[in-house]
């Protein structure tokens, strides 16, 4: 084997090398001079140009899941804002600070059907208020019982006490994807 074709192994293996590590860099120049010059020779690495591009990233399929839908029967009003607390089982539930997201959706009508898109499947609570007087909060008496319409999952009704996440959890995945809850007034 004689010193060319030694020499164009040895490139070769090199931006092999290189290429599979990422860090590909160009051989020093050689010396024309010191290689033999035949004109059924490949290229010498000073005049032979490797293009390297990065293949494109590749972004991760597209969770394509049924959405989560609401039916909320029982509005105290057709036009007043509901909004729904959603928990997740890390979170505290009714703390409004602890949420794990929250919603705004406007009725049309004494029944709201909305459908949220932005949730995995999972373990959830829901506890929701339909703001009547729009001030952004649910209002309560002087002893913490809402005077505005609310509800929880599960049509959990409360009878001395807040309920619990166990008591208002579901469970949401492709068959079990449809939470109905009746306002309490």
Do not use: W
């Amino acid at each position: 084997m004689n010193t060319r074709t030694k020499f164009i192994i040895c490139i070769t293996a090199g931006i092999s090398i290189s290429l599979l590590m990422g860090q590909c860099k160009s051989p020093p120049p050689q010396a024309e001079a010191s290689l033999p010059s035949r004109a059924d020779t490949v290229p010498t690495p000073d005049t032979a140009k490797t293009v390297i591009t990065a293949p494109a990233p590749i972004a991760p399929p597209k969770v394509i899941h049924t959405p989560l839908t609401l039916v909320i029967r029982n509005l105290a009003s057709t036009t007043a804002p509901v909004i729904v607390g959603l928990y997740g089982i890390n979170n505290k539930f009714l703390d409004p600070k602890d949420q794990l997201k929250e919603y705004h959706f406007t009725p049309n009508g004494q029944e709201l059907i909305a459908k949220i898109e932005d949730v995995r499947f999972g373990v959830y609570a829901m506890a929701i208020y339909q703001d009547v007087n729009s001030n952004g909060k649910i209002d309560k008496n002087l002893i913490g019982i809402p005077t505005e319409p609310y509800a929880f999952s599960n049509n959990y009704h409360p009878r001395i006490k807040a309920p619990g996440f166990d008591n208002c959890k579901f469970e949401y995945d492709s068959v079990s994807n449809t939470v109905t809850m009746n306002m309490i007034k």
